[in-house]
C-alpha cells in the first residue's frame, strides 16, 4: 500500500473514527435486514427469519472488526495500544520510571548545556555571506607564539599579490570613552579597521551604510558603525542616529550605520560596540598594544612600520584556503629573503629560515575565546558523553532486572501467540516513553543551566556569548534520546530470544541468570571505571583552580579598588593640567572615609598591558632587554600592597625637576642584572631620559595571573612629561566593591566630563582571568556528583538484582546450616571483586585521560597520586555504602519465607 | 446447500470486481449477484463479504457511496474505479490463463509426454 493511501486511511480513521463505526453499524444492520426480508418472502415469520439472518450472517463483531482493521488505521490502533499499555506497565512500577527518568534527564540535560557552549564557541559561523570562505594569518615562527598582527603598508601589499582573494585589516579591542551631544559619557569597547572590512566579511549594515575605501583615506571625515547593542541600550533604536555626531575619546565622529542585531565582530566572546576606521587612529590617540619598533609615536600609524593589525580574508572558490596560503608565504618568504640579505649572524638567519605563514579558517571568527575554550569544551563533552553512557548502562542493568521479574509474564504471552516483534515494539515503547519523557524534562534542565553559565559569563567575566537552542542542539537531543532509548532496549530485546513457554513450567533455570550477570557485571565495571575518570579528571581541575587562587599576586587584590578613567576625553592634555588633576584627585580620594591611600597609574593593574618596551640597562649584559613600564602615582607601592625588597618608594619630592628615577621588580633583577642588587644602576626606557633606580619591589602578576612575572619598571608619574593616566588604584579598609560608587561620584564631583569605566577590585580583575578555570571546575563538580550517583545506583541495583536471583539457593544454604553472615559475605564479596576490578581499570583510564589535559593544569601534574587515591577511596565508599544495602537485606530474608514462594 | 463450491483463496476479490462492474451495487446485493452470476454455485460466506469490501475500497479498486435500496432502505453501494476495472480485466485474464494451464495439465496422457 503507498504511503499516501495509508495516511488518508489513517487520517479518516482517527478524524471520522465514531462516524465511521456508526456507518460500518448501519451497513450491516442493513444486510440483516435486507436478508431478514427476504426470507420473510420466502415464507418465514418475521423473528424466525431474523434469527436465520443473523446465523447466517455469522460472528457480526468479528467482521466487523476484521472490516476495521481492512478499512487500514490498525497500525495507528497497535501504537496507541502498545502506548496505553506501555503507560499501564510504568505506572505499576514507579520507582522504575522515575529512575530512568531522573537518569536521562540529568546526563542529557548535562550534555545539551555542554553542547549549546560547544556549538555556540566552536560551531557557530559568522553571521556573514559565506562565512566558510574567510581566512585568519599569522606568522610562524618556531619556538615563538604565532605573531598575528601586520602593519598596514604590509596589509595592502599583501592585498596586492593576493588574487582574487580580499584582505582587510582590524586591531584589537579597546576600550574607549563616548561623550554625546547631552554631556553623558559611556564605555565602549572598539576595533578600529580596514575600509574594506565589512565588505570582506559580506556584513551588510541593518541601517545607513558600512565603510568605503574612502574613509579609510588622510583627510577623510572621521565615521563609525555602532553595533546593534550600542543602538539598543544607549540610543533606545533611534533610526534618526545616522549622521550623529559624537566624541570619541578626544574625537569628532559621525555615527554613519548600525550593524544587524547577530553581528557582534570578528572575535567570537568579544563584545565590540563601535568600529572606525584606521585613519582616526591619531584623532583618538589609538596605540595601547602593538610592538613598537621605530615608531614616531606623533605621526599617524597608517604608513608606518607598526604591527597593530589582525588580517582577515576572504579567498573564494578555493576550498582549504589553499591557494591563499601559498599567496600569503610567497610574500613572507621575499620578506624574510630581504632581512637574511641585512642580517650575518648565524642565529638570526636560522631564525629566520623558519618563518612561514600560517593561515586558518576564520568561518567562526578569528581565535578568541575558541582558543581558551576548544580544549576544556571538548574535554567537559566527552564527560558528559561517558556520563550519559554510564546512566544508560544503568538503565540497561534495571531493564534487564525487569525483564527477568517479567519473564514469566512474557512467556504467557508468547504462549498466547504474541509475536516476539510485538513483546519487542512493547518494550521499546516503554523506553521511548521515558527516554522522551527524560529528554524533555532535559531541555528545561538545559535551558535553565546555560542561561544562568552565560549569565555568569557574560556578567561576572564579560564574555559576550549567544547561547540558543537552535536546531543543531535540537537534532543533538534528538539524535541522543534515540541513541539512548535504542541502548537500553536492545539488551531485554535481545533476552526475548531465550523466551520460550518452557519457562511457564516454572523451571527457573540460574544458569541464564547467571549469564545476565556476567554482562551486568561488565557494564558495572565500565561504569565505575567512567566514575573514577571524571572524578580525577574533576579534582585535577579543581586544584588547579585553586593553586590559581592561591598564586600569590603580588598586590593586595581583597584591599584594592581599580577604577579606569580618561582624563584626557575631559581635555586634560598639557603636562601642567594633568599633574594639577593628578594630586587633585588623590588628595579627594584620600579624604573619603574608609579609603587608607590612593595612587594614578598610566596603565592598569591586571590585564591592562603596559607596554613592552626596549630598554637600556647599565651593568646588564643582556642583549635588547625588553621590559614593561607604568607611571605610577607617589603612594603607588603602600596603595597596591607592593612591598618594597631594597632601597625606597616614590615620593612628592621624586618632581619634574628632581633626579629622573626609577623602582624596578625582583625579576628585574633576576632576569637583567643575573641577581646583583639593581640599585644604583641606570635604566634607559624607549629612549627616554635615564633614571637611577632607587628600589626594589616584590613580583607582581601584571598581565595574567597565568602568566610568569616579567621585568617591571615603575617610573614616577611626575618625571614623564604630559602623560594620561588610565587608573586610579584606591586602598580601602573594607570590601572595597562597596567604595566603587563613592569614588566613581567623587571623580565625577572634579569634573563631570571625564569618562569613568569598570570600577573593579584586582580580586574580580583577577577571576575573569579565569573564567576557564572557574568554569570547568564548577561544572566538572556537578559532573562528578552525578557520575559518583550513577555508579552507586549501579551498584546497588545489580548487588540487589544478584541478592533476589539466588534467593532460593541462599535459602536452601541457610537451610543447611549456613549464617546469615556467610551469605552477606558472599554477595558483598562479589560486588567488591567488581569494586576492584573497575577501580584499577578507572585508574588506568583516568592516567590516560589526564594527559590529554595536562595543558590546563597549574601547579598539579597528571599523574598526581594523591588525587587518583582520593578518587579511588570515594569511588569505593560511595559504591561499598551501596552494595552493602541489599547484601545485608538478601541476608536477612527470611528462608522459609523464599522457599514457600519458590 | 448442495452444489456449493469451496471459494479458492483470493477468489472472493476477483468475483466482488466482476458482480460490482455489471452495475452498482449495496453489499448484500454483491452477495445475491455472485450467487446469481454462478448460477448459485458459488455462496459468499456473508460476514466475510464486507472486509473484503472494504480492503477493495482502501486499495482504490472500489468506491463506495450512500443511497437508496430498491425497498427505500438507506443502503451503501458500490461501484468500480477505473482502477478496480483495469485489475477486474488484468486479474481476468490471469485467471483464464491458470485455467487454462490447469486444464491442459489434468488433460495430459500418458503417451503425450
Redesign the interface.
Known amino acids: 500500500?503507498s504511503l499516501s493511501?495509508w495516511l488518508r486511511?489513517v487520517s479518516t480513521k482517527v478524524f471520522h473514527g465514531r462516524a465511521l463505526a456508526d456507518?460500518?453499524r448501519?451497513?450491516?444492520d442493513?444486510?440483516i435486514?435486507?436478508?431478514t426480508?427476504d426470507l420473510e418472502r420466502q415464507g418465514l415469520s418475521r423473528a424466525e427469519a431474523e434469527r436465520r439472518a443473523r446465523i447466517?450472517?455469522?460472528?457480526?463483531e468479528?467482521?466487523r472488526e476484521?472490516?476495521r482493521?481492512?478499512?487500514?488505521g490498525e497500525r495507528l490502533d497497535k501504537l496507541l495500544q502498545n502506548i496505553r499499555y506501555a503507560l499501564r506497565q510504568l505506572r505499576s512500577t514507579p520507582g522504575f520510571a522515575s529512575a530512568v527518568i531522573v537518569t536521562i534527564a540529568l546526563a542529557m540535560g548535562a550534555n545539551l548545556t555542554v553542547f549549546s557552549f560547544f556549538q555556540a564557541i566552536l560551531l557557530n559561523k559568522l553571521p556573514v555571506h559565506n562565512p566558510e570562505e574567510l581566512y585568519s594569518a599569522a606568522i610562524s615562527d618556531p619556538g615563538h607564539p604565532d605573531h598575528p598582527f601586520f602593519s598596514y603598508p604590509d596589509v595592502q601589499k599583501m592585498a596586492g599579490i593576493c588574487k582574487p582573494a580580499v584582505l582587510a585589516g582590524f586591531t584589537n579591542e579597546v576600550q574607549y570613552h563616548l561623550l554625546d551631544s547631552d554631556g553623558t559619557t559611556s564605555t565602549l569597547r572598539g576595533q578600529l579597521v580596514t575600509g574594506n572590512f565589512f565588505s570582506t566579511l559580506g556584513a551588510h549594515p541593518f541601517l545607513g551604510r558600512i565603510f568605503s575605501p574612502q574613509d579609510n583615506t588622510d583627510g577623510a571625515q572621521s565615521v563609525a558603525v555602532i553595533s546593534f547593542g550600542l543602538w539598543s541600550r544607549r540610543y533606545g533604536r533611534d533610526t534618526g542616529i545616522i549622521g550623529k555626531r559624537v566624541i570619541v575619546q578626544r574625537a569628532p565622529v559621525t555615527i554613519v550605520g548600525v550593524m544587524p542585531r547577530m553581528f557582534s565582530g570578528v572575535i567570537p566572546g568579544e563584545r565590540t560596540d563601535i568600529w572606525m576606521p584606521l585613519s582616526v587612529q591619531p584623532a583618538i590617540g589609538f596605540g595601547g598594544y602593538a610592538s613598537m619598533n621605530r615608531v614616531d609615536s606623533s605621526k599617524p600609524w597608517l604608513d608606518q612600520d607598526v604591527s597593530w593589525l589582525r588580517l582577515i580574508a576572504r579567498s573564494p572558490s578555493d576550498p582549504g584556503g589553499k591557494h591563499l596560503a601559498a599567496q600569503l608565504d610567497s610574500y613572507i618568504q621575499r620578506e624574510v629573503n630581504a632581512g637574511l640579505a641585512n642580517t650575518h649572524d648565524a642565529a638570526e638567519r636560522q631564525h629566520l629560515m623558519h618563518v612561514r605563514m600560517r593561515i586558518e579558517s576564520a568561518a567562526g571568527g578569528t581565535r578568541g575565546l575558541r582558543d581558551r575554550f576548544s580544549l576544556p569544551l571538548i574535554i567537559l563533552l566527552s564527560l558528559v558523553a561517558l556520563l550519559l553512557l554510564s546512566g544508560c548502562l544503568n538503565i540497561v542493568n534495571l531493564a534487564l532486572a525487569r525483564f527477568r521479574a517479567r519473564e514469566h509474564e512474557m512467556s504467557v504471552r508468547m504462549a498466547l501467540g504474541s509475536t516476539r516483534g510485538r513483546l519487542v515494539a512493547l518494550l521499546a515503547t516503554e523506553n521511548l516513553i521515558l527516554c522522551v519523557i527524560g529528554a524533555g524534562a532535559s531541555v528545561v534542565l538545559a535551558w535553565v543551566a546555560s542561561s544562568l553559565i552565560q549569565h555568569w559569563l557574560v556578567t561576572a567575566q564579560s564574555i559576550q556569548i549567544q547561547i540558543g537552542f537552535g536546531p543543531g542542539s535540537l537534532a543533538f537531543a534528538t539524535a541522543l534520546t534515540l541513541g539512548a532509548c535504542l541502548l537500553i532496549s536492545a539488551a531485554p530485546a535481545l533476552r526475548t530470544r531465550g523466551l520460550t513457554t518452557a519457562r511457564l513450567s516454572g523451571f527457573r533455570t540460574s544458569a541464564a541468570g547467571s549469564h545476565a550477570f556476567r554482562a551486568s557485571s561488565g557494564l558495572l565495571i565500565l561504569q565505575l571505571a567512567l566514575a573514577i575518570l571524571t572524578v580525577t579528571a574533576t579534582s585535577l581541575l579543581v586544584r588547579t583552580l585553586r593553586n590559581y587562587e592561591h598564586v600569590k599576586l603580588g598586590v593586595d587584590g581583597a584591599h584594592t579598588l581599580s577604577v579606569s578613567l580618561d582624563p584626557s576625553a575631559a581635555g586634560y592634555i598639557t603636562y601642567g593640567q594633568q599633574q594639577a588633576l593628578y594630586s587633585r584627585l588623590t588628595q579627594t580620594i584620600d579624604r573619603m572615609p574608609g579609603v587608607i591611600s590612593s595612587a594614578v597609574a598610566g596603565c592598569g593593574l591586571m590585564n591592562h598591558g603596559c607596554a613592552y618596551l626596549n630598554a637600556l640597562v647599565s651593568g646588564s649584559d643582556v642583549k635588547a632587554p625588553v621590559v614593561e613600564r607604568n607611571y605610577v602615582g607617589p603612594d603607588y607601592f603602600s596603595t597596591t600592597g607592593m612591598k618594597i625588597l631594597r632601597g625606597r618608594a616614590f615620593s612628592i619630592d621624586d618632581s619634574a625637576h628632581a633626579e629622573s628615577v626609577a623602582v624596578v621588580n625582583r625579576d628585574f633583577e633576576k632576569q637583567l642584572l643575573r641577581n646583583q642588587d639593581a640599585i644604583g644602576h641606570t635604566i634607559r626606557v624607549d629612549g627616554g631620559k635615564p633614571a637611577v633606580i632607587v628600589g626594589v619591589v616584590n613580583d607582581s602578576r601584571t598581565d595574567s595571573i597565568k602568566a610568569a612575572p616579567a621585568p617591571f619598571v615603575f617610573l614616577p608619574i611626575a618625571q614623564a612629561g604630559a602623560w594620561n593616566i588610565s587608573h586610579v588604584e584606591v586602598r580601602t579598609e573594607g570590601n572595597p566593591v562597596r567604595m566603587a560608587p563613592a569614588v566613581r561620584e567623587a571623580i565625577l564631583g572634579i569634573n563631570r566630563a571625564i569618562p569613568v569605566g569598570e570600577t573593579m577590585t584586582v580580586e574580580e580583575e583577577a577571576d575573569r582571568d579565569l573564567a576557564r578555570e572557574f568554569l570547568m571546575a564548577r561544572l566538572g563538580l556537578v559532573f562528578s556528583f552525578l557520575s559518583l550517583l550513577i555508579a552507586a545506583v549501579g551498584v546497588y541495583g545489580l548487588t540487589s538484582y544478584e541478592g533476589s536471583r539466588r534467593q532460593t539457593e541462599f535459602a536452601i544454604r541457610m537451610a543447611l546450616g549456613a549464617t546469615r553472615l556467610s551469605i552477606l559475605r558472599q554477595v558483598f564479596t562479589r560486588s567488591a571483586l567488581l569494586l576492584g576490578i573497575g577501580g584499577v581499570a578507572g585508574l588506568l583510564i583516568s592516567a590516560a585521560f589526564s594527559r590529554l589535559i595536562a595543558s590546563l593544569l597549574y601547579g598539579v601534574g597528571p599523574y598526581d597520586p594523591g588525587i587518583y587515591a582520593v578518587a579511588l577511596l570515594l569511588i569505593l565508599i560511595a559504591s561499598a555504602g551501596a552494595a552493602f544495602l541489599p547484601s545485608w537485606q538478601a541476608a536477612s530474608a527470611d528462608p522459609v519465607h523464599s522457599l514457600h514462594r519458590e | 446447500m448442495a452444489g456449493e463450491a469451496q471459494l479458492l483463496p483470493g477468489t472472493l476479490d476477483l468475483l466482488i470486481l466482476k458482480a460490482v462492474s455489471l452495475g452498482p451495487l449495496?453489499?448484500?446485493g454483491v452477495l445475491l449477484r455472485i450467487a446469481q452470476i454462478s448460477g448459485q454455485a458459488l455462496l459468499v460466506?456473508?460476514?466475510?463479504l464486507?472486509?473484503?469490501?472494504?480492503?477493495l475500497?482502501?486499495?482504490?479498486l472500489l468506491k463506495a457511496s450512500w443511497g437508496t435500496?430498491e425497498?427505500n432502505?438507506?443502503?451503501?453501494f458500490y461501484e468500480l474505479t477505473s482502477a478496480g476495472r483495469k485489475r477486474l480485466q488484468t486479474e481476468t485474464e490471469d485467471w483464464n490463463r491458470l485455467v487454462a494451464a490447469i486444464g491442459t495439465a489434468l488433460a495430459t496422457r500418458p503417451e503425450e509426454i
Open positions: 500500500m493511501i486511511s456507518e460500518l448501519e451497513e450491516l442493513t444486510h435486514a435486507l436478508r426480508e447466517e450472517f455469522g460472528a457480526v468479528k467482521f476484521e472490516s482493521e481492512a478499512l487500514g | 449495496h453489499g448484500y460466506e456473508q460476514g466475510a464486507y472486509p473484503a469490501l472494504f480492503r475500497v482502501r486499495r482504490g435500496s425497498n432502505r438507506r443502503a451503501k
